[in-house]
């Protein structure tokens, strides 16, 4: 794949989060995909597989009742690994819950990191966000 092949696939993964299309998601995934959420460099969540991504991002959706991932940026990753792409994104979201971490629903979050998406078999097979 080329880095403007290895955007569209972003772009429609990241239309698909923020308008709550789980099937949408999905769709561009490898059947071995692994997810990472790292905040403040802490692992806070990982998964491996498209049925264990799926009902996280099921998981995920019900705490929001919007949210929004804007991509600023895109550069390749050249590390020898599987080809990849880097992304800078703005993201905003409001909750639709209260939170054990005293956020309540209604609140907003606003984060800005980056997200790196690596690629096989013509499928995004890797996504870590950092934030």
């Known amino acids: 794949m080329d880095p ?20 949408g998601m999905v769709e561009p995934l490898h059947e071995e995909v692994v997810f990472r959420n790292i905040s403040n460099g802490v692992v806070t969540h990982e998964s491996t597989g498209l049925a264990a991504f799926t009902a996280q991002a099921k998981a995920a959706a019900a705490l929001f009742s919007s949210r929004h991932q804007e991509i ?6 050249v590390d020898g690994g599987d080809p990849g792409r880097t992304v800078a994104i703005t993201y905003r979201a409001t909750l639709a819950t209260d939170l054990p971490n005293g956020m309540r629903s209604g609140d907003t979050i606003e984060l800005s990191g ?10 995004i097979v890797s996504i870590i966000d950092r934030a």
């Open 4 to 23: 403007s092949e290895q955007d569209a696939l972003i772009a429609r993964y990241v239309a698909a989060y923020y308008a709550f299309d789980i099937q």
């Open 72 to 77: 600023t940026a895109s550069k390749s990753v």
């Open 114 to 123: 980056a997200s790196e998406f690596r690629f096989r078999d013509g499928k």
